[in-house]
Nanobody
C-alpha cells in the first residue's frame, strides 16, 4: 500500500501565501503523475494542478499564474505553492498520486487525507 500525507494548510489573509507538501510512503515501486485537488463546502472536488514525473505541469484556469506545483522524485514528494490567495481558494486540498507497488502491478490511484486552506477577506 501507498500512503500520502499532506501538510502545510492553515488560515491566511487574502493576498497571502502558503506551501502545501505531500509525501508518499509505503510499498512504492514507482510513482507517476501527482497532483492537487480541492473541494469547497457544497461543491464537487476539482483539479488544481498536476505534474508528471518528467515535470510537465497542468493547472486549472482559476489558479494559473498564482499557484505553482513542483515535485522531488527522490523524496516522493509533491508541493503546491499558493500565492495571491483569494477567499474563493478556501477548500480542503487533497494530494493525489498514481503509483505501482511492484514492477508488474497495475497503476493505482491514491489520495491523501486532505488539508484545510482558509483564506480570510
Amino acid at each position: 500500500q501507498v500512503q500520502l500525507v499532506e501538510s502545510g494548510g492553515g488560515l491566511v489573509q487574502a493576498g497571502g501565501s502558503l506551501r502545501l507538501s505531500c509525501a508518499a510512503s509505503g510499498s512504492i515501486f514507482s510513482i507517476g503523475p501527482m497532483g492537487w485537488y480541492r473541494q469547497a463546502p457544497g461543491k464537487q472536488r476539482e483539479l488544481v494542478a498536476t505534474i508528471t514525473r518528467a515535470f510537465i505541469t497542468n493547472y486549472a484556469d482559476s489558479v494559473k499564474g498564482r499557484f505553482t506545483i513542483s515535485r522531488d522524485n527522490a523524496k516522493n514528494t509533491v508541493y503546491l505553492h499558493l500565492n495571491s490567495l483569494k477567499p474563493e481558494d478556501t477548500a480542503v486540498y487533497y494530494c493525489n498520486a498514481a503509483a505501482r507497488t511492484t514492477a508488474w502491478a497495475t497503476w493505482d490511484d491514491y489520495w491523501g487525507q486532505g488539508t484545510q486552506v482558509t483564506v480570510s477577506s
